[in-house]
């Protein structure tokens, strides 16, 4: 039995891959020095997969990611130097990010508005570059569809000429090698039927260009399997982990006996062993339809960490994980398992943490627990006159500037070089002058800072029983920006208060409103592993409790306006939208559990950015929230627009400064998207405010931006009558 493995972390065990290129960035590396780097760093990957795999691909390195690279391979973009490809990345000429599928990577979003196809060629030969390693390893390219889909500019009237453009980019590209590894996540979505046709006659072309194509995949299930079947390809790579429709198909279709199958059956995406027995039964099942398969990873590895060697973890939470390199082994040990028709012993897993408690509090959940006592109409009179707030509210979305200094401090807490009582006075310094600077400033609805958060999910992870935190867990979030997904792996239960002392200690500084700000149960589960021994809706509500407990807490100690920030809410769903309706009922639910119990008086706000709203704007309207903020400033148009369709009935703060920018939002930007919006929405319910946290942004620009906003802010009040 054949093995094949794929999407290996690039980021290296040690962070190598961020080191290096933030040292180019910062003028530490020349270019050269930085090429070494990444070629060592790929050479690693060569020997990993090497140890454990018959295939793989070569060329995964990039010097930032695959679809910017993919969009300079057939010419959309052609920066000529290193610099120039990173302002692609980087700074005032970056392209627009979002979320990669339901991951949590986001890509460069290529935008193809103003080229044509007949402006494409193949600009830089990826497979030329990447065929030189070995025997075993195909070159890599992210494939024609899944480019053209995930791109701006394309839609439904021009992919014909597109997809045509680039079957013939792509037949001279893979020319230059004798297999080529093709990716096609896109193929996992929704794709119709004129696609379908597009997709067929495209690798028809690629594919006679000589090169056996092995194409992949993954994260979902594939429609159209009986059209790949009819196509030129050596290999197809399914996912076989979350793609019950895949498994489904091959027991009714015949596999093509001249291609390979690479059955998926590590999973990529969560970190829990794989059941070997199980596995290599699954196996068993395959081989009755496809003569030769390769067993491999469902889905690319760097949605998991490297290795799970040297984390400090409880040893029985240890012996239920693995990482991409243990998954590396697992699949080595599925295929001789396989092959030697012997099925390893495995140590019995541990059991799962398990609290009476909370099992009872779930089971005794009533409709009522997921609904506010009265509607928004009744519920907003009361704050109206319980806040106080002026017409055009100005707020922040929770993080001010997370300096050297507070990170420092935080470590130093960490390796017990400072005391918690020292730790806690400086947050609390830093609370004082925030909140000082927000009263000269004259921000209406106060924050904390949000300073002692090192990120808004895996902070929630360390005070919940049941999420454990790793230490060396990192996972590429875009670029070179890394984070330590949690780990929910029992049930989980809020020991004490995870946000009070510092929100309370703001309030008790000022008589102005303080929002007390929380992390949604969504985007916890979206952003972290999560057990699978129940039900994903049993963790959501469980945790939906914890932030119950907390708003709890804030009423009692007189803060009225909490903040659930949902921003991973849209990409969390999956990826047909027949999917949808199941996804959406547990996320909404879990909202709602969570804000459900909050006074009439409480203001509710909730929090998203960064995702295509529009289509779900109704799913939005369920939460049933007081205020949304919502990042606005690069797709404004759109999402007015959805606004509008949905009869929106709440207030909302339409982020007018674009917090990725480093410059200060000008009036005429802020007006535009001021202007904008209150065509459809009541100037009553408009709310001022940036479009996102500023913990990635410096003191220096945010301090005027904030005063140019509060200014705005006045402009509009003396000009408009609500
Ligand atoms: N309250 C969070 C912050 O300000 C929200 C972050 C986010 O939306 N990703 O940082
Ligand atoms: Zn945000």
């Not at 999407?7 to 590396?29: A, D, M, V």
């Not at 993919?70 to 490809?85: N, S």
């Not at 992949?216 to 996912?239: H, I, W």
């Not at 509500?541 to 809410?569: H, M, S, T, W």
Request: aromatic share 10%; charged share 25%.
């Amino acid at each position: 039995m054949k093995s094949y493995a794929y999407g290996f972390p690039r980021l290296g065990k040690g962070r190598e891959y961020k080191n290096s290129i933030e040292g180019f960035w910062n003028g530490s590396l020349s270019e050269q020095d930085l090429n070494a780097r990444l070629s060592e760093n790929q050479n690693t990957l060569y020997s990993t997969y090497s140890q454990y795999v018959d295939a793989f691909p070569s060329g995964e390195m990039t010097r930032y990611d695959h679809m910017l690279d993919t969009a300079v391979m057939v010419g959309a973009y052609r920066p000529v130097t290193l610099e120039e490809y990173y302002n692609y990345c980087r700074g005032s000429g970056a392209l627009e990010m979002t979320k990669w599928f339901n991951t949590n990577y986001h890509y460069l979003i290529p935008d193809l508005t103003g080229i044509s196809p007949g402006d494409l060629s193949l600009h830089w030969n990826r497979t030329l570059e990447a065929s030189a390693v070995s025997g075993k390893s195909f070159p890599y390219l992210l494939g024609p569809y899944t480019f053209l889909k995930l791109s701006r500019g394309v839609g439904r009237a021009r992919m014909p000429e597109f997809m045509e453009a680039l079957g013939a980019i792509y037949a001279e590209a893979v020319s230059a090698a004798p297999d080529v590894h093709i990716d096609e996540p896109a193929f996992a979505m929704d794709v119709n039927s004129d696609e379908i046709a597009l997709i067929r006659k495209t690798y028809e072309v690629i594919g006679s260009a000589g090169a056996r194509i092995h194409l992949f995949t993954y994260y979902e299930s594939v429609d159209f399997l009986k059209v790949l079947f009819d196509l030129p390809l050596a290999s197809l790579g399914l996912d076989f982990v979350h793609g019950e429709g895949n498994i489904n198909a091959l027991s009714e279709l015949s596999f093509p006996g001249d291609m390979r199958l690479i059955a998926g059956l590590v999973d990529g995406r969560n970190v829990w062993k794989n059941d070997i027995a199980r596995s290599i039964e699954m196996l068993r099942r395959l081989s009755r339809s496809a003569g030769s398969i390769s067993v491999s990873n469902a889905a690319p590895l760097y949605h998991v960490p490297v290795t799970i060697e040297g984390e400090p973890l409880e040893p029985g939470l240890l012996s239920r994980l693995s990482f991409a390199l243990e998954k590396l082994q697992e699949i080595k040990l599925i295929a001789e398992g396989h092959e030697k028709g012997i099925v390893p012993t495995m140590a019995p897993s541990a059991p799962v943490l398990s609290d009476q408690k909370v099992a009872a509090r779930i089971a005794g959940l009533g409709e009522q627990d997921f609904t506010r006592s009265s509607p928004y109409e009744k519920r907003t009179e009361l704050q109206r006159s319980a806040l106080n707030l002026p017409p055009f509210p100005t707020t922040t979305i929770g993080s001010f500037p997370q300096t050297a200094e507070v990170r420092k401090k935080r470590l130093d807490m960490k390796k017990g070089r400072i005391s918690s009582e020292e730790y806690n006075a400086f947050i609390d310094e830093k609370i004082a002058d925030l909140v000082s600077l927000q009263e000269e400033l004259d921000i209406d609805v106060l924050v904390h800072g949000e300073f002692e958060r090192s990120d808004m999910v895996e902070f929630f992870a360390e005070k919940l029983e049941g999420i454990a935190t790793t230490d060396h867990g990192w996972v590429l979030s875009y670029g070179t920006r890394v984070y330590r997904p949690p780990i929910v792996h029992g049930d989980v239960s809020r020991p004490s208060p995870m946000t009070l002392r510092e929100i309370a200690k703001a309030k008790s500084l000022t008589k102005k409103p303080v929002k007390g700000m929380l992390t949604g149960p969504v985007t916890i589960l979206a952003w972290s592993y999560v057990r699978e021994d129940v039900p994903v809706e049993v963790a959501a509500n469980q945790i939906a409790l914890c932030l119950r407990d907390e708003i709890a807490d804030y009423e009692k100690n007189g803060i009225g306006i909490v903040q659930v920030d949902e921003p991973a809410f849209r990409e969390k769903a999956p990826l047909k939208k027949r999917d949808w309706d199941a996804y959406f009922k547990w996320a909404v639910r879990a909202f709602r559990l969570a804000t459900g119990s909050a006074a009439d008086r409480t203001q509710v706000h909730t929090h998203m950015c960064y995702s295509r709203f529009g289509e779900i704007m109704d799913r939005i309207m369920e939460l049933d929230f007081d205020v949304i903020s919502i990042e606005a400033s690069r797709s404004r148009g759109d999402i007015v627009e959805s606004f509008e369709e949905a009869g929106f009935d709440r207030q909302i703060g339409l982020g007018c400064w674009d917090v990725h920018s480093p410059e200060v939002p000008t009036r005429e930007g802020m007006r535009e998207v001021a202007e904008r919006a209150l065509r459809v929405i009541p100037g009553k319910n408009f709310w001022i405010n940036p479009d996102c946290g500023l913990k990635t942004r410096g003191w220096k620009e945010s301090v005027p931006s904030l005063r140019a906003m509060v200014e705005f802010a006045r402009e509009l009040r003396k000009e408009k009558t609500i």
